[in-house]
């Protein structure tokens, strides 16, 4: 079982924004250190929710230069923001720069103030995505002497003569790694013999307290289709290893109370984060094109707890995730830095990272401390 490190902190104002790009850097840091596998970031905008998010390929290429070892994913990459062309050619260079240590999670996107700022209509974002997708494949199997490719979908425009350059690293282009909730997506992921994330919530209920009975679901389906589809045993290996479960909130002490404790303190921190940016979601939504048609629950219902957090002593943790394992769930994403990162919240993410290292992660997939 892999573990990974989900990079998902927030700042609350424009001044400590440098902060928390330096202290993101040292954990990425103490993270390859302590033997995780690989450093995911998300694709936001406009929010303190991850400044570096506006560009993660960007921050992942700094970090690609620090930490030789890890692979690096996109936990997801909202394509319909992406320019097809832009989405290739970063790829690509990111390919090189790992040497194929590569993991770019794909989806539509949820958020309508981010789609507003680069000109998507909402509700057209799922169809923006998938041609987007389509376009990507296309330049990737472009050379120089076959047929141009144009462009027009949504908001993105354009004709390409030669080729995208550089070229890949890996044979085709780097791993995407979909979401497994759609059909479509899941049998993508299958039928490439990609890695997937595995939701554990069944829209339009975001959350809910029986996370493993939607994992089972979703991964049952992606591991039937991906054995069906004639990989070899190698490929196969290889996306099992990294289909993923993630965590937004991973959170570990010495005892069960303690972890609690301290969760509800972040917890706390974090939906007031959410609350201050409300009004220009809110504001976002004023148009019927950009309304969403599902809610998250707050952070601090059992709902939200129950989906996203993995919180508790080692011996807690380890017992939450055996089932996890049984199941065949490869890669364990934990969001480290939830909420707003403030120096306490930091020190309590380095202990978490330290606890897994020591204790959780030698009892479920055999290595030292």
């Known amino acids: ?14 001044d400590q924004d440098r902060q928390l790009i330096l202290d993101l850097i040292d954990h990425s840091e103490k993270a390859e250190a302590l033997g995780f596998d690989a450093v995911f970031l998300p694709d936001h905008h406009f929010t303190g929710y991850m ?19 890890m692979h690096f ?119 490439n013999g990609w890695p997937a994330f595995i939701p554990a919530f069944t829209p339009p209920k975001i959350g809910g307290t029986e996370p493993l009975t939607h994992v089972t679901k979703y991964f049952t389906a992606y591991r039937d289709a991906l054995l069906a589809a004639g990989h070899s045993d190698a490929i196969v290996a290889d996306a099992l290893s990294w289909t993923t479960h993630t965590y937004q909130c991973v959170h570990v ?25 409300q009004y220009y979601a809110d504001k976002a939504e004023r148009e019927s094109a950009n309304q969403k048609t599902d809610k998250t629950p707050l952070a601090l219902t059992e709902d939200w707890i129950g989906t996203w957090c993995l919180y508790g002593s080692p011996e807690t943790v380890i017992e939450h995730l055996k089932p996890y394992q049984e199941l065949g769930i490869g890669n364990v994403l934990c969001g480290t830095t939830t909420g707003p990162l403030t120096q306490e919240r930091l020190g ?22």
């Open 1 to 14: 079982m892999r573990f990974s490190v989900f990079l998902n902190a927030r700042t609350t104002a424009a």
């Open 51 to 69: 400044p570096v998010a506006s560009d993660p390929m960007m921050f992942a290429a700094y970090l690609a230069a620090k930490l030789k070892r």
């Open 73 to 191: 994913g996109f936990s997801v990459t909202s394509v319909p923001l992406h320019h097809p062309v832009r989405f290739v050619e970063r790829i690509n260079i990111l390919d090189q720069l790992t040497q194929g240590k590569l993991l770019v999670g794909i989806g539509s996107g949820t958020t309508p103030e981010e789609m507003i700022g680069f000109g998507v209509n909402y509700k057209e974002a799922s169809a923006v995505s998938d041609a987007n997708l389509a376009i990507a494949e296309a330049l990737w199997a472009k050379t120089v002497d076959s047929a141009p490719v144009k462009i027009d979908n949504g908001p993105f425009k354009g004709e390409v003569l030669q080729r995208i350059a550089p070229a890949p690293y890996s044979p085709g282009h780097a791993r995407l790694m979909p979401v497994a909730m759609k059909e479509a997506s899941m049998r993508r992921a299958a039928e």
């Open 253 to 277: 002490a010495d005892t069960d109370e303690q972890a609690r404790e301290e969760l509800e303190q972040i917890l706390t921190a974090y939906q007031e984060a959410v609350d201050r940016e």
């Open 348 to 369: 309590w993410g380095n202990r978490t990272l330290e606890l897994l290292s020591q204790k959780v992660m030698p009892a479920l997939n055999g290595t030292r401390p």
